[in-house]
């Protein structure tokens, strides 16, 4: 059932992993890897919990570090300054800070990555994530659903080329869910690659290539309908 | 993706410094003045302690000989033990602990890391700066009543001593963690400086690097230029490893932003367990998935079984952990033998310390109150039963121990003497880490939080004191036959009523393991009797004061005598039964 692709055909990979592994102790949280993610492409990553998703995505992130192998972003190494501008990261649990509003966030997060801060984009992007009314707001003071949908928000706003997104559906109801999807879809026609890490089967669908996880090892990579991942994680 | 890093740390500056000014104006002055108000309570007392142990006359000049022979090489001790913690804390991706979102944020962001870990970095460093020159200049204030001298010398070579330990254990530390420098590694390193550093202290090898800073500290009354070399030493660890704290790991920074913050709040309440555990998330110390020894299991004494089960998955770490603290505990008591009685405290703290490790299962018990309390056992049932393991665990501790302390200096006389302090000190040493773990954090309800917090501090303090104490009871006895044999008496018959008493002790704390909720019970009766004639005099019905004290009532609600319960039983279900 396993697939991969071949390294050297298509353009110049915007993801590289090349024989990633991590292990905590005795413990293989992801056996040797080796994948490539071209630019523009939709991905899904779906497996069991503790299937390796979340420790493949921190790896990519620069947030892990790899026992053996290595990962290369955009043909630069994960962690470094370019591969940390190529790459936008949203973690399953939103992090943020106590004292910022959704504004101030999106303000800073974005200064950071160089661009004008909070403008009519970011706005728009609030507008649509359901959170315009609560942009002054402390995230420190929201829901969960309301935090992951200001972590969305943060993920966005920001310029990238690969976007990392660990269970993002989480938590969001079904307004905030449809603007997500259709959000993804935008970024992707736009150019950027993503790569979801999800257990919902209904977005594999709209997804170009699924990688399937089990116990740290792929054993599916290609294009899948949701009934073939029902299979593959059942 | 284009880059720009200037802009992007001008944007991280702005953005702080207006977080940390809407910080500072959320302080509110009366806040302020009593955080003064207790540290000045607090430090002032420090003072008075210290400046009462040092007092005395001033030394002859035989005196300052010796301690110009013995100090620089004890003060390289605590150089070596600033070098070995910052190695270990770099190690383990400190010294700085950030927020998390600035983890998820700012360092997952195109500004060099460098540059965003310099502003933490050295708000850290003055802080610690801070610090130290006020506790150096207070030492050699201090220093300069029995030694004689100058005394701007003396605060100010006492405030560059301490400075310069700072210096290098944090530069040691930033080192570690921008170099990513592996946990053996900054363990085996800071632990070979120690025991060098330690053993230069009894003059057995030749003197240690860190001895060389500790002469600095003497420069008022004797001027060596040696200690200017380690001096500028530490200067250059220092700005090395300001300048390669961009390596940091993310997955270590990570880890210690989530552990730090909650470790930090645990030792503000005192509570030593929380501590315990997330040290061990911290450092990583994960038990083992293979047991050292498969353990067979036949149905009888599950909570036995249990405990040997986790003790048999101990990681490597945690063993030699505990070995290299029994044999501490070996040495100090060699020590005490020697003639240097306050050693026992450090045997106890010691035996102590492999005490936290040793009760491990029961600790777990307390950690799960709901899980413990789901059995259909009582809990003093269950918590005695948790002893034996953690016993039989502490024979093997006091055995390590008292093989360094006879290794020391071989003899039958030596071993006899062992052999007769073996269990009352191992048993101590886990007394009185089961009174601590069972004991807990001070509960925030507790009506003793309504005192003035100098009594509370009186209090926090007695808790605190009152676990190492019962711990270090088990070293007296090697005391007691030293000054036996020093008076011409029998040092064994001594050591063995001693160790008799101490056996009691701990037979009592054993006893009030198993009936601790019955007490706990008895004391929260009285306590809701004394609120029900409170009440009854000040006009306010019975029921409530009942409310208020819900489960001091459960006995007279069952038609029992307060304070009396029938014997703890296992209750059978229904199947058991028929």
Not at chain 1, 191 to 209: C, F
């Amino acid at each position: 059932m396993t697939k991969r692709k071949k390294k050297g055909q298509g353009p110049t990979p915007v993801l590289v992993a090349d024989g990633l592994m991590k292990a905590y102790g005795e413990v293989e949280a992801l056996a040797a890897l080796d994948l490539e993610v071209a630019p523009g492409e939709s991905v899904v990553l779906v497996g069991h919990n503790g299937s390796g998703k979340t420790t493949f995505l921190r790896l990519v992130a620069g947030l892990l570090d790899p026992t053996e192998g290595d990962i290369e972003i955009d043909g630069a190494p994960a962690g470094s300054l370019e591969a940390r501008a190529a790459a936008s990261f949203l973690p399953d649990e939103p992090v943020l800070y106590d004292d910022l509003s959704v504004r101030e966030h999106i303000d800073y997060l974005g200064r950071l990555h160089g661009t004008e801060g909070y403008g009519d984009a970011e706005a728009e992007l609030v507008e649509r994530l359901g959170l315009a009314d609560r942009v002054d707001d402390l995230p420190a003071r929201f829901s969960r659903g309301l935090r992951q949908k200001t972590s969305l928000a943060l993920g966005l706003a920001r310029p990238f080329d690969l976007l990392l997104i660990d269970e993002p559906f989480v938590g969001l109801d079904l307004s905030g869910r449809s603007a997500l999807i259709e959000l993804l879809h935008e970024r992707h026609a736009a150019g950027a690659a993503l790569l979801v890490a999800t257990h919902d089967p209904s977005y594999v669908e709209r997804a170009e290539r699924c990688i399937a996880l089990r116990q740290g090892e792929v054993i599916f990579d290609g294009a899948a309908a949701a009934a073939d991942v029902l299979a593959l994680v059942s | 993706m284009t880059v720009a890093p200037a802009d992007s740390i001008a944007a991280l500056g702005n953005l702080r410094a207006a977080r940390r000014k809407r910080r500072v104006a959320k302080i509110h002055w009366v806040d302020a003045l009593y955080q003064v108000y207790l540290a000045a309570i607090f430090g002032g007392g420090a003072v008075l302690f210290l400046s009462g142990i040092t007092s005395g006359p001033r030394l002859d000049q035989a005196g300052i000989d010796q301690v110009l022979a013995e100090g620089p090489a004890l003060l390289g001790v605590v150089v070596a033990a600033a070098v070995a913690l910052g190695l270990r804390s770099g190690a383990r991706g400190g010294p700085i602990a950030l927020e998390a979102p600035d983890v998820r944020h700012v360092l997952l962001a195109p500004v060099p890391r460098a540059a965003a870990l310099r502003g933490p970095a050295v708000r850290q460093l003055r802080f610690m700066m801070f610090l130290a020159v006020v506790v150096g200049a207070i030492v050699g204030q201090l220093a300069v009543r029995r030694l004689g001298g100058s005394p701007v010398a003396w605060i100010a070579c006492g405030a560059l001593f301490a400075v310069a330990t700072v210096a290098l254990g944090l530069g040691c530390a930033f080192l570690a963690s921008g170099r990513r420098l592996p946990h053996w590694v900054a363990t085996a390193i800071g632990g070979a400086l120690l025991a060098w550093a330690a053993t230069d202290v009894f003059e057995l090898v030749p003197a240690s690097p860190t001895a060389y800073l500790g002469e600095l500290a003497f420069w008022p009354i004797d001027f060596d230029p040696a200690a200017i070399a380690p001096l500028v030493i530490a200067v250059v660890v220092l700005v090395l490893g300001l300048a390669s704290i961009g390596g940091v790991s993310l997955e270590a920074a990570d880890r210690r932003t989530q552990l730090v913050g909650q470790l930090k709040f645990a030792a503000t309440l005192q509570d030593l367990r929380t501590v315990i555990v997330l040290r061990r998330q911290l450092a990583m110390e994960l038990p083992r998935l293979k047991p050292w020894v498969r353990e067979r299991h036949h149905g009888r004494f599950p909570i036995w079984h249990r405990g040997v089960r986790g003790i048999l998955r101990w990681p490597a770490a945690r063993v030699a952990r505990v070995v290299i603290v029994s044999a501490i505990a070996g040495l100090a008591l060699r020590g005490v033998w020697e003639g240097t009685t306050a050693l026992v405290v450090v045997a106890g703290l010691a035996m102590f310390i492999a005490g936290l490790d040793a009760i491990e299962p029961l600790a777990q018990e307390t950690d799960h109150p709901g899980r413990r309390d789901a059995l259909p056992l009582s809990t003093g049932h269950v918590m005695v039963r948790h002893l034996p393991v953690a016993a039989v665990v502490m024979v093997g501790v006091g055995l390590v121990a008292g093989a360094t302390a006879v290794l020391m200096d071989p003899s039958v006389a030596g071993v006899k003497l062992a052999a007769i302090c073996l269990l009352p000190l191992a048993w101590a040493g886990g007394a009185g880490a089961v009174i601590s773990v069972l004991m807990g954090a001070p509960s925030p309800s507790d009506n003793w939080q309504l005192l003035p917090p100098e009594v509370q501090g009186s209090r926090t303090a007695f808790r605190t004191v009152w676990p190492p104490l019962i711990a270090t009871l088990g070293a007296v006895p090697v005391a007691l036959a030293r000054i036996a044999l020093e008076n011409d008496g029998n040092p064994y018959d001594i050591a063995l009523a001693s160790g008799v008493v101490v056996l009691v002790i701990v037979g009592l704390v054993a006893a009030w393991v198993h009936q601790r909720e019955l007490i706990k019970e008895w004391w929260r009766s009285v306590q809701g009797m004394q609120g029900m004639s409170t009440a009854a005099t000040s006009g306010t019905s019975a029921a409530d004061a009942d409310r208020g004290s819900p489960p001091a009532n459960r006995s007279a609600a069952a038609g029992r005598p307060a304070g009396k319960k029938p014997a703890p039983r296992k209750v059978k279900t229904r199947l058991e039964r028929s």
